[in-house]
């Protein structure tokens, strides 16, 4: 069965990601309507051997569609959204709204909350759904006590102008101009910062918070047991991960690396690491390499992961949801 839908924010990263699965899969579309505001209305984009134009956010009658991706903020889910809906039309929001029934396709897909249709589904955050995908393949050798994660994200993690403004210093410092930050508040070029955006009164970043609060939505047992710091890194697109775990019991590396080998949708890479530039860009897998216990805690697991956030995190796993709402109820 196919189905008519719309993409909304076509014309950002994560939008033309979408687009892009859409047309390299076997998706069960009808119909695809590409939709923006401001300036990107009126562009085109390809789409299985046509140009479509994208077409104004604020005209469309989504009575035309049955499935919404919204690839866009949350102020535009906001407004847009419950329209969507009054008019019959299901939402997968990929904003962090927090309304709606969270969704990882690998964990609760089946679980998920589609008693009454339209509903409006939300996927997790890249980094959120990437370590869902590894504590999913771990569940059946590892009893999990408690996690840390530290995320180091790329210049996409804010968006078109995070990849232009890296570029920009880059330009800047390599041709030996004065540096003049404008997204961000510091150079940011050859350079790690500590934090990705402003900061609440405790401390943490809007990014930080919402990966925290999907994964324990996600994992209940994580709660008040789950520790995340998120870096921005010099780097234009992809997630790096380093993930400690502590267990319940003693960790059976062997078991561990056999897990994730079995795993759809992740890639073990033994005896080395993997990089997002050399390994995962442009992959529809996460890479996992560094499997190792901790010093003198065998309670201890230690992962590095590498994977294309817009392409896997987002796109890829929002595409699936998709794919599955269709297919069972739409």
Same mark, same amino acid.
């Given at each position: 069965?196919?189905?008519?839908? &719309?993409?909304?924010?076509?014309?950002?990263?994560?939008?033309?990601?979408?687009?892009?699965?859409?047309? %390299?899969?076997?998706?069960?579309?009808?119909?695809?309507?590409?939709?923006?505001?401001?300036?990107?209305?009126?562009?085109?984009?390809?789409? /299985?051997? /046509?140009?479509? !134009?994208? !077409?104004?956010?604020?005209?469309?009658?989504?009575?035309?569609?049955?499935?919404?991706?919204?690839?866009?903020?949350?102020?535009?889910?906001? %407004?847009?959204?419950?329209?969507?809906?009054?008019?019959?039309?299901?939402?997968?929001?990929?904003?962090?709204?927090?309304?709606?029934?969270?969704?990882?396709?690998?964990?609760?897909?089946?679980?998920?909350?589609?008693?009454?249709?339209?509903?409006?589904? /939300?996927?997790?955050?890249?980094?959120?759904?990437?370590?869902?995908?590894? #504590?999913?393949?771990?569940?059946?050798?590892?009893?999990? !006590?408690?996690?840390? #994660?530290?995320?180091?994200?790329?210049?996409?993690?804010?968006?078109?102008?995070?990849? *232009?403004?890296?570029?920009?210093?880059?330009?800047?410092?390599?041709?030996? /101009?004065?540096?003049?930050?404008?997204?961000?508040?510091?150079?940011?070029?050859?350079?790690?910062?500590?934090?990705? @955006?402003?900061?609440?009164?405790?401390?943490?970043? &809007?990014?930080?918070?919402?990966?925290?609060?999907?994964?324990? %939505?996600?994992?209940?047992?994580? $709660?008040?047991?789950?520790?995340?710091?998120?870096?921005? &890194?010099?780097?234009?697109?992809?997630?790096?991960?380093?993930? $400690?775990?502590?267990?319940?019991?003693?960790?059976?590396?062997?078991?561990?690396?056999?897990? #994730?080998?079995?795993?759809?949708?992740?890639?073990?890479?033994?005896?080395?690491?993997?990089?997002?530039?050399?390994?995962?860009? @442009? *992959?529809?897998?996460?890479?996992?390499? !560094?499997?190792?216990?901790?010093?003198?805690?065998?309670?201890?697991?230690?992962?590095?992961?590498?994977?294309?956030?817009?392409?896997? @995190?987002?796109?890829?796993?929002?595409?699936?949801?998709?794919?599955?709402?269709?297919?069972?109820?739409?």
């Amino acid at each position: 069965m196919s189905v008519d839908i &719309a993409v909304v924010g076509a014309t950002g990263l994560v939008g033309e990601a979408l687009v892009e699965l859409l047309d %390299e899969g076997d998706f069960p579309a009808a119909d695809i309507h590409l939709l923006a505001s401001g300036e990107s209305a009126g562009k085109s984009m390809p789409f /299985r051997g /046509r140009n479509l !134009r994208v !077409r104004d956010l604020a005209a469309f009658d989504f009575a035309k569609v049955k499935l919404a991706f919204f690839a866009t903020t949350a102020e535009v889910v906001a %407004e847009y959204a419950p329209r969507a809906l009054a008019s019959g039309c299901s939402v997968i929001d990929l904003s962090g709204s927090g309304e709606g029934s969270l969704v990882l396709p690998v964990l609760n897909a089946e679980s998920a909350e589609l008693a009454q249709l339209p509903v409006l589904l /939300r996927a997790p955050a890249a980094a959120a759904a990437e370590v869902g995908e590894v #504590l999913v393949a771990l569940a059946s050798c590892v009893e999990l !006590r408690s996690l840390s #994660l530290t995320a180091c994200l790329s210049a996409s993690q804010l968006g078109r102008e995070g990849v *232009q403004e890296l570029a920009r210093q880059t330009a800047e410092l390599l041709n030996a /101009r004065p540096l003049e930050p404008r997204l961000v508040d510091r150079q940011y070029a050859f350079n790690m910062l500590g934090q990705v @955006g402003s900061v609440d009164a405790c401390g943490h970043s &809007a990014i930080e918070r919402r990966i925290h609060d999907e994964l324990v %939505e996600l994992f209940p047992g994580l $709660s008040g047991q789950l520790q995340v710091s998120c870096l921005l &890194a010099p780097v234009f697109f992809g997630d790096a991960l380093s993930l $400690s775990l502590r267990t319940a019991e003693p960790v059976d590396l062997a078991a561990v690396r056999q897990a #994730l080998d079995a795993a759809d949708g992740i890639e073990l890479i033994e005896d080395d690491y993997p990089t997002v530039i050399g390994d995962a860009l @442009g *992959q529809d897998e996460i890479k996992v390499g !560094r499997v190792r216990s901790g010093f003198l805690d065998p309670c201890e697991l230690n992962l590095w992961i590498a994977s294309d956030n817009v392409r896997k @995190g987002f796109g890829l796993n929002a595409v699936k949801l998709g794919a599955l709402l269709i297919k069972h109820y739409l």
